[in-house]
């Protein structure tokens, strides 16, 4: 089961429903709602995946607005992070997240790496998803000691299968990837790759 614990098949149907685009439930309390209702709802909600790539593009947009003290503010570093990992030949997948590892500075800073992780697990896979969740204890590498904190943190995954890609994304792409004068590929050469790995169908979590 999900961890929503649903039936996917019935998850489908209501999915499959294609009522006016205009419709809209009719309840104003949840506890009333019908399967009709739900059935609209389904539908809009189909309708609207098609916008997520459209808003991880516009939340890359908006790090440019964040520097946060380096030498290049946080679309520059997305963009060289994107860039180097496509000049290594990885795959649509890797350079996608390497590009959005850090979406979420947008939101908050501090638990940027599982907010980022959160956000793209329905389009992702598992091991994508625990290198982008866990990416930053995997940098701590190059600076925790500055903050009195353990620099090998990294350590405890070493086992995983996902540990090989998180030591590239962060070593080879992440870390090298605040210069501000580095020719980076522009984020609309990115944006098809982005539109590939942010389909319309996102997967059940
Ligand atoms: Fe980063």
Not at 7 to 28: C, G, R, V, Y
Request: glycine residues 4%; negative net charge.
């Amino acid at each position: 089961m999900t961890a929503l614990d649903i039936d996917q098949n019935q998850m489908d149907a209501i999915l499959a429903e294609a009522p006016a685009s205009d419709a809209q439930a009719s309840f104003t309390r949840m506890q009333d709602g019908t399967l009709e209702d739900w059935k609209i709802i389904g539908a809009a909600h189909k309708q609207d995946f098609s916008k997520t790539a459209d808003r991880f593009i516009g939340m890359l947009r908006q790090l440019e607005d964040a520097t946060l003290g380096f030498s290049c503010d946080q679309l520059q570093h997305a963009l060289m992070c994107g860039t180097l990992a496509r000049r290594s030949g990885a795959s649509t997948e890797h350079i996608v997240i390497a590009l959005c590892h850090d979406i979420a500075k947008v939101i908050n800073v501090p638990n940027h790496g599982p907010i980022a992780a959160e956000m793209m697990r329905p389009y992702i896979s598992d091991d994508s998803y625990h290198v982008i969740y866990n990416h930053q204890a995997f940098q701590g590498e190059h600076y925790y000691h500055y903050l009195g904190a353990p620099t090998d943190l990294r350590k405890q995954w070493e086992g995983e299968s996902w540990y090989p890609l998180a030591v590239k994304l962060v070593d080879d792409w992440d870390a090298p990837a605040f210069d501000p004068d580095f020719e980076v590929d522009s984020l609309e050469s990115f944006i098809p790759l982005m539109r590939e790995v942010f389909h319309d169908a996102p997967r059940p979590l």
